[in-house]
């Protein structure tokens, strides 16, 4: 007889239920895991009424959650890319990942550079940067290049 215990690598879930996506999510966007499908919490076997059917409904649910060839962060689809849809495993437990873990998830997947990193807040102005610079009285200057051939 086998010794279930939840693990950072191990999950145990007794039926299929709304949760389910944010573990698969978790363990996408860590060091990938092991979720038991009709095993309780504490490692009590209950089985499945129907494997097949569940086996189906897991499918489906990873196809809509984890595209195909993607990179992290993976997250849920009607969430987006923010603490409430990314997910990341922490000890036993899949919690939401903070707004820098989302950043360095997307830097790391997409090998960027600080300064080539997109901002997770998308409303963006240039306001600051001209109060900053008459603060400074730096001037702005622009210039133009002409080749003559």
């Known amino acids: 007889m086998m010794d279930f215990s ?3 690598r191990l999950e145990l879930k007794e039926m299929i239920n709304n949760e389910f996506k944010k573990e698969i999510i978790a363990f ?3 060091n990938g895991g092991e979720i038991y499908v ?5 490692g009590t076997v209950v089985g499945v009424e129907n494997s097949e059917r569940d086996m189906e409904r897991i499918s489906s649910m990873i196809h809509d959650t984890v595209s195909r060839g993607g990179r992290p962060p993976y997250h849920l689809t ?3 890319l923010k603490p409430s849809g990314v997910y990341v ?6 919690v939401p ?3 820098e ?3 360095n ?3 790391q997947s997409d090998r960027l550079t600080y300064d080539r990193v997109r901002s997770m807040n998308q409303d963006l102005t240039f306001q600051f940067a001209e109060y900053y610079f008459k603060e400074k009285k730096y001037l702005l200057q622009r210039r133009i290049n002409v080749l003559w051939v």
Not at 89 to 94: E, I, L, M, Q, T
């Open 38 to 42: 009709g095993v309780a919490k504490d």
């Open 89 to 94: 495993r922490h000890g036993v437990v899949s």
């Open 28 to 30: 996408a966007n860590t």
């Open 105 to 107: 998830m997307i830097r």
């Open 101 to 103: 873990m989302i950043r």
């Open 78 to 80: 009607d969430k987006g």
């Open 6 to 8: 939840e693990s950072s």
């Open 97 to 99: 990942a903070s707004e």
